[in-house]
């Protein structure tokens, strides 16, 4: 069960939709900037993740600031744990290094806008659940996808849903690797992302 009550779950989540400069600030910028920057800030989030379950004094200021904002296993003291702000970060990485701007831009900002949205719509409205969701969480995220992948420029429309319907599938599903779950902050992206740029490889995309 999710332990954030309502008001750390809209801080936590304003905290996320503004990861949204991201692609935006990326659209503007070549590749070559945008790893500049991503790279140290994602070094960043990564060192504290470490130091914060090596170094004392680095753990009692990180718990002491963000406990009210952390979910669960984010507050387990083991040394592999990272926090969803580095998965963003990695996220956000991964997908300049590998996929198409237009891909990345529009895979990012789906986890960014409409995971934001699924989580303050399933945690106030959720009446219907399934595992750890909701369908009106799900709903939140789907529709709200569209509205993004419409609004991307140069996307193309049929590439757009279909990117949509796998970041809906991955929000709504828990994503396992053996025993590790993936962060939705990675799998929501990176889903998204492979999938895009696979049917750019399709000849009726073209």
């Known amino acids: ?6 008001r750390y779950e809209v801080a936590r989540k304003a905290i996320h939709l503004s990861s949204l400069s991201i692609p ?7 590749r070559e900037l945008a790893l500049l920057l991503l790279f140290p800030l994602f070094s960043g989030f990564f060192l504290i993740d470490l130091l914060k379950n090596f170094f004392t004094p680095v753990s009692i200021w990180y718990h002491k600031t963000f406990d009210s904002m952390l979910r669960t296993h984010e507050l387990e003291r083991t040394k592999n744990n990272l926090n969803g702000a580095t998965y963003i970060m990695m996220a956000a990485l991964l997908l300049v290094l590998f996929f198409p701007k237009i891909i990345a831009v529009a895979a990012f ?3 960014a806008v409409s995971d934001t949205l ?3 719509i399933g945690k106030s409205f959720g009446k219907h659940r399934f595992g750890q969701k909701s369908v009106e969480g799900s ?5 709200s996808a569209l509205v993004v992948i419409s609004i991307v420029p140069g996307l193309n ?8 319907v796998t970041a809906t599938l991955t929000e709504a599903f828990i994503v396992r690797i053996g025993e590790f779950k993936v962060d939705d902050n990675l799998s929501i992206p990176l889903a998204s992302a492979i999938v ?11």
């Open 196 to 206: 895009g740029k696979l049917c750019t490889l399709l000849p009726i995309f073209r």
């Open 157 to 164: 429309p049929f590439i757009g849903i279909i990117m949509a």
């Open 139 to 143: 709903a939140a995220f789907f529709c």
């Open 1 to 6: 069960m999710d332990r954030l009550e309502l």
């Open 109 to 111: 900002s789906l986890v």
């Open 24 to 30: 935006v600030i990326y659209w503007f910028i070549s």
């Open 118 to 120: 699924a989580a303050i």
